[in-house]
């Protein structure tokens, strides 16, 4: 029955990747960049509710509604003044950016709020740490079944935003192909800001989740971003459903790990990740060779 | 009123001049075909009129109006549409998506979905297929009806036999055909100079990024463009 447990927790962990790593993965997928401050701006979300909730006494579920539109807008700003700027100097350059960015968040946050570690948890009440009860021996937390539901709700609302709406359809075109996009008539410097919004407030929604379910430090932003990395890798860069089944995968993979050895939580993700990159690397060295005949045949 | 008017427009790649002083005139409802051998600077000149690419120098005039450093998006919106060499689909994209996808952002006019089926019927059936698993000839078809789905006063077709089977040529100027007679304005880029002069009611014929030959295709004989077309008339006089 433990393991059953597990496989029902490690799922719904994987929801809370999924809901990390979808921003990260639609940057990529869209503006072909790898936002290295993306754990950061998820923390910067969560001190921002925390702030909101310490201070004001405000519902860390009310002051998402506030934060997440002003870190969509951050989002928006980054794009306009920053990524945009240093795309024009060549795909290295937003790397180093976003690497830049990420000390920045992180400082400016240990300098405000200090290295204590924090959680939003108080705030939320029993919610924390409430269960349902499926039979006499499984328990699943309701907050890891909001979050899973959520991330499914996000991914599914997206897939259907990209598919069905005009904005969509500009973004999915803009991602295929910016230069033709521009020749149909399509803004892609506002399509890229509105990318780059969404992405920021997902991964801002991630954050308050993250600070609802565990603890933070300004500095949890590197080990998210790690997080959100191998979710994508495993379910593949600029597939939603992927997203989610990669943030699955290493939910699944973390929590089992965490069965066999406590040390295995990192351990076991870490595995996973670099078992499903190695595969891919084999697959496109295979395919480019033309088949697994030919790659043996002409291999020495 | 004139529709679009180039004034000495110089464009470069790079180091490398492409379009040399070019000054062209087109009236509403004419077809230009735009003739030329490889690297004469045709593809070049038509992506500086659509602002794909910037001029060095000169102005783009659009219904009096100077749009030289008006962008690509924005041009689109007041009338011009592109469809570009090589088709440039949304290949991961319905036919239906890429004609929608571009509406969105164009003029309001009689252009959509069924108007463009009726004008390419081979599209019909293959209106949830992904641009990208569609013959060649099909792929144009989508290329110069998404351009339509956006209303264009002026419309630039660049290379659109390119790569195309006989078979699927015909279809698409039997369809180019039908625009002409509808009145749209179309510039044609073509390295098939039969074509170009079939279908077109003017003709420039453009050398190493200058218009050496230009009149209206009823009083230019085809050994004069075909002469022009490989620069012979400048080869003789440079030996005269």
């Known amino acids: 029955m433990i393991w059953v447990t597990q496989l029902i927790n490690g799922v719904l962990l994987g929801g809370y990747y999924a809901l990390l790593a979808c921003g990260l993965s639609f940057m990529f997928g869209v503006m072909g960049i790898i936002n290295l401050a993306h754990g950061d701006l998820a923390i910067l979300s969560a001190c921002l509710v925390f702030l909101l909730a310490d201070s004001a006494g405000i519902s860390p579920f009310i002051a998402i509604i506030a934060v997440l539109p002003v870190m969509g807008f951050i989002g928006w700003g980054l794009q306009r003044w920053m990524l945009e700027r240093s795309l024009r100097a060549g795909v290295l350059v937003p790397l180093l950016t976003t690497f830049g960015l990420a000390i920045v968040i992180e400082n400016g946050l240990f300098e405000y709020f200090g290295a204590d570690t924090r959680s939003l948890a108080p705030y939320i009440g029993d919610f924390a740490y409430d269960s349902w009860a499926i039979t006499d021996n499984l328990y699943v937390g309701s907050l890891a079944v909001l979050i899973f539901a959520l991330a499914v709700l996000l991914l599914g609302g997206l897939k259907l935003f990209l598919t069905y709406t005009p904005i969509g359809r500009s973004i999915r075109a803009t991602a295929e192909d910016p230069d033709t996009a521009a020749l149909v008539g399509i803004n892609t410097r506002a399509i890229y800001a509105i990318a780059a919004a969404i992405a920021v407030a997902t991964a801002a929604l991630a954050g308050v989740f993250l600070a609802m379910r565990a603890v933070f430090t300004p500095y949890s932003g590197p080990e998210q971003l790690i997080f959100a990395f191998e979710a994508v890798v495993i379910g593949g860069i600029g597939s939603l459903l992927g997203t989610l089944i990669g943030g699955v995968v290493l939910g699944v993979a973390q929590t089992f790990g965490a069965q066999i050895n406590p040390q295995g939580f990192f351990i076991a993700g870490h595995v996973v990740f670099f078992a499903v990159l190695a595969a891919r690397l084999a697959l496109g060295a295979v395919r480019a060779r033309g088949g697994i005949h030919a790659f043996f045949a002409r291999t020495p | ?240």
């Open chain 2, 1 to 240: 009123m004139t529709l679009l008017a180039l004034e000495e427009i110089e464009a470069c790649h790079g180091l490398l001049q492409a379009v040399r002083g070019v000054s062209l005139k087109i009236e509403p409802g004419e077809t230009l075909a735009l003739v030329g051998a490889n690297g004469a600077g045709k593809t070049t000149l038509l992506r500086t009129i659509a602002g794909a690419h910037r001029p060095a120098a000169g102005r783009i005039l659009f219904e009096d109006a100077d749009v030289t450093a008006v962008p690509a998006y924005a041009r689109l919106r007041s009338g011009i549409a592109l469809v570009p060499e090589g088709r440039r689909l949304f290949a991961g994209m319905t036919v239906k998506e890429n004609l929608v996808v571009a509406a969105a952002h164009g003029r309001f006019g009689h252009w959509n979905v069924d108007s463009v089926l009726e004008a390419f019927p081979l599209l019909q059936r293959r209106l949830n297929s992904r641009a990208g698993n569609l013959s060649g000839g099909e792929q144009q078809a989508t290329a110069i009806g998404r351009a339509l789905m956006t209303n264009p006063k002026l419309l630039l077709l660049d290379e659109v036999s390119l790569g195309l089977a006989p078979i699927a040529v015909e279809a698409v100027y039997r369809s180019i055909d039908t625009l002409i007679k509808g009145g749209t304005t179309i510039i044609l880029v073509e390295q098939d100079i039969s074509r170009g002069l079939d279908v077109a009611n003017r003709v420039a014929c453009m050398l190493e990024g200058r218009i050496i030959l230009e009149g209206h295709a009823k009083e230019v004989t085809r050994e004069q463009v075909t002469e022009a077309y490989f620069g012979l008339q400048r080869a003789r006089r440079s030996t005269s």
